[in-house]
């Protein structure tokens, strides 16, 4: 069947299972356009107001559903303000495919118009990108895009499409199968021999943790996980990125570790004699002084990426694998007589974590006169029966919506974890209510992020997405002013918001509703006709200045020397 | 320490930053890098020379792994292997002179490839020991222009790089 280059672009995507395409159009993706426009019954396009909302949804569908989300961007502006979104997805391992405009093949390299070197720009900032040349190779490059964007650690590819491609016409027939790569085959089953002695150092651990990030979410192993870690009887932790893979409501999980982490969680880190690190990959905010990080432990790593394993901390039993493979093969022999029989009895370790957790280290007072953020999110999550899809962007706000959202499933967090990009979350919480038209999706967010991406509040509008948006507005970048309380003498140097747009207005402008509160009594209320209306909200909390997310551990210092309130 | 990597990797565009760039964005360092087409024509070897402690070299051969258009990695420097540098001199060599700088040429056993009535081009290939030090004793006649290619290594043995890709279908 002979198609033009945007005709195989459009069938690529439907033949990838691809519903939601997320983008904006300009000069040189006409011929896509224009071809997705005929295909509007098969394929929805979602208008963004800046490109990068539109790479922040691609982000959160595909978070919200473990899909490989679909960004479409025109050449040279449009493709250099996809960059944060591409960079946001590649720190956190987000499936995504990007197609760039490019302009035409004979003007490449000549400074035409519009032109931007987009694969040279991106290359350190996606798992691969694409600039195809020739219309033959348009079906193979999209298909390997897709298949790189899901398969190993997942991440985000760049597929950079010249114009004049997209008009030529080249014989189309249906992908069958998944493409071969010859320089590209990712591990997925874990090393057998591995496990086993992993498995035989979890048998003997008189103190264990399990430690577990964002991974278990990408393979989808949070059943696998819950079921191994309760068979075990070992306590929890998870990573900002792993919210959700286990339980926050069950007994065996000490809450998040690291910087804004729990007392427990991290003490129990200091003082345990095997680690498990699940999906998880060492990061600085998580381990403090990379030299005093679980001292006393024997290290067991399973990533699907061996660049991780051995990279921040010397593990002693790497296995390199899928996690859910890795964990269906682990969580028989835990269930196995011999491992069961065999275990040390875990009551003393439990009895030391139960005296850690009696420091109740988030525990802050909600005073008659003036909100608290962590009391507004308590709140948030009383109310939605902890059942939200959370966005956040990122600050105080994210750290105490990791704290106090306590997330009971997978999929339903949706955060910056290591780019730490601020106005990531009102595109990404659209993304997500795309994905779940259904679900209550709630943006948690601060007067400082919220800015930086507000123009997608007219996305919102235009496609009827009702995401309920809390501003927790301390008119500072309450970040910023809490590190330079601590570090810089409170020499507040342009962190102060000294000019923020009244959020009701706004809200009106926009065609959402707003409230307000600034009152602790009209916290309750606020949330309840959020929640009750139907359109997009911004709920604009008027929250106390000068509160500091603790417990903290300072940038450097050691996880057992952690700050408490 | 000093490694020698061999690295095979598709022969298609950008290859070449995207190794640099990895060096350079993870602040590893690269010594010495040659590179050029191999075999049929789809693949290239680059002959990588970079030197940190066996933590930094296990992250660069993972890493090098993880780009999509790398087939291979071999750290050759534990393994036998051969490795030859080229290097074209050319030097001052005027009158008198000129009998000197082919016997230093001749002791090296290396070649005169162009001559003038007052310079020559020598091209030595060999160790880069030897480059060096067949450098240090035409320096005083008079270098005029040297290029050096970087070294190119192969393990010694029957085996072959690409042996275990036998099976693997070659893309189109």
Not at chain 1, 333 to 351: G, Y
Not at chain 1, 401 to 419: C, I, N, V
Request: aromatic letters at 8%; glycine letters at 8%.
């Amino acid at each position: 069947m002979q198609l033009n280059g945007a005709q195989i672009v459009v069938e690529c995507l439907l033949e990838q299972g691809v519903k939601s395409v997320f983008g904006y159009p300009g000069g040189a993706v006409l011929y896509i356009y224009d071809e997705i426009f005929k295909n509007k019954e098969r394929i929805h396009h979602y208008l963004f107001r800046h490109e990068q909302g539109a790479l922040h949804a691609a982000d959160g569908y595909a978070r919200a559903t473990g899909e490989v989300g679909v960004a479409l961007v025109t050449s040279g502006p449009g493709a250099t303000n996809a960059v944060t979104g591409l960079a946001t997805a590649y720190m956190d391992s987000i499936p995504m495919v990007c197609i760039t405009g490019q302009v035409p093949v004979a003007l490449i390299g000549n400074d035409a118009f519009q032109e931007a070197d987009i694969v040279g720009i991106t290359r350190s900032c996606t798992k691969h990108n694409y600039l195809v040349k020739d219309i033959k190779d348009l079906a193979r490059v999209l298909r390997e895009a897709f298949y790189i964007a899901r398969t190993g650690r997942p991440g985000p590819v760049v597929v950079d499409i010249p114009k004049d491609i997209t008009n030529q016409m080249f014989e189309f027939t249906p992908a069958s199968g998944d493409p071969v790569i010859r320089s590209y085959k990712p591990t997925s089953e874990g090393h057998t021999g591995q496990i086993r002695k992993a498995v035989k150092l979890m048998a003997n651990a008189k103190r264990p943790l399990l430690y577990t990030g964002g991974g278990v979410l990408l393979s989808n192993a949070s059943d696998e996980l819950t079921e191994m870690t309760r068979a075990w009887g070992a306590p929890i932790t998870n990573t900002l990125m792993g919210l959700g893979a286990y339980p926050a409501s069950d007994k065996q999980f000490v809450g998040m570790l690291g910087m804004h982490g729990t007392y427990e969680a991290n003490m129990a880190v200091s003082r345990c004699d095997l680690l498990v690190a699940i999906g998880a990959r060492f990061d600085d905010r998580v381990t403090g002084k990379i030299s005093e990080f679980a001292p006393e432990a024997e290290i067991i790593h399973v990533d699907v990426d061996p660049t991780s394993i051995s990279k921040n901390v010397a593990v002693d039993v790497p296995i390199v694998g899928d996690i859910k493979p890795v964990l269906e093969k682990m969580l028989p022999m835990v269930l196995e007589e011999k491992f069961q029989s065999k275990k040390p009895d875990l009551t003393d370790w439990w009895a030391e974590i139960d005296q850690w957790r009696k420091q109740d280290c988030l525990r802050y007072e909600q005073k008659e006169d003036v909100i608290e953020a962590q009391f507004v999110i308590q709140k948030l999550h009383e109310l939605t029966n902890g059942n939200a899809i959370v966005a956040t962007d990122v600050g105080q706000h994210q750290m105490w919506a990791a704290q106090f959202y306590g997330f009971e499933k997978p999929r339903r967090w949706l955060t910056s974890g290591g780019l730490g990009t601020m106005g990531y979350g009102l595109p990404a919480a659209l993304g997500a209510q795309v994905a779940h038209p259904e679900e209550t999706v709630v943006l948690i967010s601060g007067e400082g992020s919220f800015q930086m991406n507000l123009q997608e509040l007219a996305t919102a509008f235009q496609y009827r997405l009702p995401v309920k948006i809390a501003i927790l507005n301390n008119g500072f970048l309450g970040m910023v002013r809490q590190w330079q309380e601590f570090f810089y003498e409170s020499r507040y140097a342009e962190s102060v918001m000294e000019v923020t747009p009244d959020f009701m207005k706004l809200a009106d402008a926009f065609g959402a509703t707003g409230i307000r509160a600034t009152h602790p009594k009209e916290v309750v209320p606020a949330i309840e006709k959020a929640l009750a209306t139907k359109g997009p909200v911004i709920m604009d909390f008027h929250v106390n200045r000068e509160a500091n997310v603790y417990p903290m551990v300072p940038a450097g210092a050691a996880l057992n020397e952690m700050i408490l309130l | 320490m000093k490694h020698i990597l061999s690295v095979l990797v598709e022969n298609e565009a950008g290859v070449l930053s995207r190794v640099a760039g990895l060096f350079s964005a993870r602040g590893f360092n690269i010594d010495g890098l040659t590179v050029a087409p191999v075999g049929d024509g789809e693949t290239s070897r680059i002959t990588l020379e970079t030197y940190g402690d066996d933590n930094i070299i296990e992250q660069i051969i993972k890493q090098l792994h993880k780009l999509v258009p790398v087939i291979q990695v071999h750290d050759l420097t534990d393994r036998p292997h051969v490795e030859r540098e080229l290097m074209l001199v050319k030097v001052e060599a005027e009158r008198d002179m000129r009998a000197e700088v082919l016997r230093i040429a001749d002791i090296f056993r290396s070649r005169v490839v162009d001559a003038t009535s007052s310079t020559f081009v020598v091209e030595v290939t060999g160790s880069s020991d030897k480059l060096d030090a067949c450098l240090n004793l035409l320096e005083p006649l008079g270098v005029v222009e040297v290029v050096r290619t970087g070294k190119v290594a192969m393990a010694r043995g029957a085996k072959r790089m690409r042996e275990g890709l036998k099976e693997a279908p070659v893309k189109k």
